[in-house]
């Protein structure tokens, strides 16, 4: 594959930005030249910001799976496209070649084939991190059916309603998944998902724990014998070949469900060219990925971060890509660092709440482990304080390894700001400058570009995105409209992220976090009003209001104030009925740090909350709390100050 769009300098960044904006269409067209087509396209780009509708490189025809894999057969068959760590550092690791790929990836679009998936249709997955995992998401791309990965923490009660939303025909589950020293029983989850649910054909059951299930007579079915079965028909004379469906560009790849504002997840839709192009330019420019390098993303397959940079991204390049079966702190917290040794791992990439909670573990666990096979350290999912970006930097990285500060979301489908490492400049909790084809643009409340600097020299405002890159979300599955007010009508004419930034003199932007409803905990997007919703659903609840707070490890906590019905003598057991509630209805992660019982909420005379105040209590900070004359009740307030936690 040609490397003609690698950026080796600051000034080729620099060049390839200008170039991207002053003509878009030659310069993507020029890096479309790098994939396998099986027709090219006759546009490169149509779009507008009003409906939205965004094409890419439409009426091209390809099919992502050739480009992840069949074109680096000849060249790299043997080489390792997954290398897989367990839950258990004793277990044995397995090793998936590129060929090895293939023949499953084939095997397993077999599969879906002989049980009835056609393209367009929706495929459930909702698996532990093993590589079964990519087989299936892989095969569904393969045949053009649209998966829908959710992460093994959620719920029955979310996965029904993703099945629902998605109208899902076809689930790829596991017997269960090994996390740590729990044992997470999926399918019996599935299976609560299912009661009540008209729209699941088939579902296909992978074995890892050997965790007792329930399979019923003409849904379930396993997928060691599906496996076996379809191996007979994809491989003639040790030729493996499961013609992959052509695609047009634009086609639908993937659905992943992600919290808003709103109380209801929405189905991010991603296309097949340009959220292939977009993982891999990035994949490439932002690690500068050399061949033979082993690239670490410690994320879950769940999360967009698992889809673009354990899957997408590197494959395309032709890269071996580390998968982690299990949690950082298991079976103690040099878990990471003794893969890094054990895999020689050339590049990390990691989440800032991870770093922050292996600091609390000391450097003990750090010792007499061999680092220096690292090269380049990587961050995502949120703001990195700077205490944590240097004991990444020194402690990890040793000094002697760029860190590149990632900012992007679920719906920009890769990187979107950030260094890229060792040829861009750093700086500290920094994402600094945009990709190539990145436009970001700050403004006030009232959509006015930010043009006057505070008393620290900076640009302070909303972060937008002025014009299409090529990964942008399309829509939100089923529902374009919401897609729309969701992203395009706050600001009409720009992309709103629903995070705020700052921008220095050189241009650099520093993400502050978000600026609307949506708490980041964990690195994990959790809607405030969905957790509202799912403890609002405990009978002995009568209103809450949630709002995050600082909290050292995860970034933010979630604070709930909540009213009750006052018919329970023990707060301590309601906590614990509330967070039970949380756990069925959306899933652990949910779950509130802290649970404050309140006789009111500081709401205005129209019935709004004013969670300004919620918040201020929240951070522990009692006074100025700012204007409380327009509330309904300004004494609430003095009450819900004294119970503060
Ligand atoms: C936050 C994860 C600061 C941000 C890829 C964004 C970040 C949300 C960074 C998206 C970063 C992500 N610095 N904040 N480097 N990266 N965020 O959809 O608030 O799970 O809007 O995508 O994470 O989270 P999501």
Redesign the pocket.
């Known amino acids: 594959m040609s490397q003609s769009y690698r950026i080796n300098s600051f000034d080729e960044y620099k060049e390839a930005y200008q170039k991207s904006i002053d003509n878009p269409e030659q310069f993507w067209g020029e890096i479309a030249e790098n994939f396998t087509w099986r027709k090219k396209w006759d546009k490169v780009l149509e779009w507008n910001f009003t409906e939205p509708k965004v094409e890419w490189f439409k009426g091209g025809k390809l099919n992502i799976t050739e480009n992840c894999i069949d074109r680096h057969l000849e060249t790299m068959g043997e080489k390792p496209a997954f290398i897989w760590e367990p839950n258990h550092p004793e277990e044995r690791v397995r090793v998936v070649t590129y060929n090895r790929l293939h023949k499953r990836v084939c095997q397993f679009a077999q599969v879906l084939k002989n049980n009835g998936v056609k393209k367009g249709d929706r495929v459930c997955i909702y698996m532990g991190m093993v590589p079964e995992l990519t087989y299936a998401v892989l095969g569904c791309a393969r045949i053009g059916a649209i998966h829908s990965v959710i992460f093994g923490g959620f719920s029955a009660q979310s996965i029904a309603d993703r099945l629902d939303d998605a109208q899902a025909e076809f689930i790829v589950t596991c017997d269960g998944a090994f996390r740590g020293d729990k044992v997470i029983p999926l399918k019996s989850v599935i299976d609560d998902a299912l009661i009540g649910n008209k729209t699941i054909k088939k579902v296909i059951v992978y074995t890892r724990t050997r965790t007792p299930v329930s399979m019923i007579k003409g849904r379930d079915v396993w997928w060691e014998d599906e496996m076996e079965f379809a191996e007979h028909q994809v491989e003639k004379d040790g030729v493996v070949s499961f013609p992959a469906e052509e695609m047009d560009a634009e086609d639908p790849l993937f659905i992943l469900y ?1 919290s808003g504002s709103t109380g209801k997840p929405k189905g ?1 839709v991603h296309s097949s060219a340009g959220y292939m192009l977009w993982t891999n330019y990035t994949f490439n420019n932002v690690f500068q990925y050399k061949q033979g390098q082993v690239h670490f993303c410690t994320a879950d397959i769940g ?3 698992g889809h ?1 940079y354990i899957v997408y991204g590197p494959l395309s390049a032709g890269a071996t890509s580390l998968m982690f079966e299990g949690i950082p702190t298991y079976p103690d917290a040099g878990r990471f660092w003794d893969i890094v040794q054990k895999h020689k791992v050339n590049i990390l990439y990691t989440a ?1 709440t991870a770093i922050r909670s292996l600091m609390g573990f000391g450097l003990a666990p750090l010792q007499g482990k061999d680092l220096s096979s690292l090269q380049v350290l990587g ?6 304080n700077e205490e944590a970006w240097h004991w990444y930097n020194e402690n990890v990285g040793k000094k002697n390894c760029p860190i590149v ?8 489908g890769a990187c979107m ?2 260094n890229m490492a060792g040829v861009t400049p750093a700086k500290p909790s920094w ?1 600094t400058l945009p990709m190539p084809g990145v436009q970001p643009i700050l403004v006030d409340d009232k959509g006015y570009e930010v043009t006057e600097k505070d008393e620290n020299g900076m640009l302070k405002g909303n972060l937008c995105i002025k014009a299409p890159w090529p990964a942008i979300l399309r829509t939100t599955y089923g529902d374009h409209e919401r897609c729309r007010t969701n992203y395009f009508a706050t600001y009409p004419g720009l992309y709103f ?3 705020g930034a700052i921008k220095d003199e050189n241009g650099f932007y ?5 600026v609307d409803d ?1 708490l ?1 905990v964990s ?3 959790i809607g405030t009003a969905e957790v509202e919703n799912a403890i609002n659903m405990h009978a002995g609840v009568v209103e809450s209001a949630v709002v995050g707070y600082p909290h050292d490890v995860k970034g933010q906590g979630i604070y709930a104030f909540v009213i009750d019905n006052n018919t329970h003598s023990d707060d301590e057991l309601t906590r614990k009925d509330i967070l039970q509630t949380v756990t069925r209805i959306i899933g652990p992660i949910a779950k509130p740090d802290k649970i404050q019982f309140v006789k009111g909420l500081p709401k205005t005379r129209s019935g709004k909350i004013m969670r300004r105040i919620l918040r201020k209590i929240a951070e522990g900070e009692l006074e100025n709390l700012g204007d409380i004359t327009t509330l309904l009740d300004p004494n609430v307030v003095e009450d819900i100050k004294n119970g503060a936690l």
Do not use: L
């Open positions: 992600t991010v999360w967009i971060t673009s800032p961050t995502v999912g949120e703001p990195i500060d990632t900012w992007w979301q679920t719906e920009t700001i950030s994402a992220t629903g995070d520093r993400i502050t976090g978000r949506v980041n690195g994990h997007r």
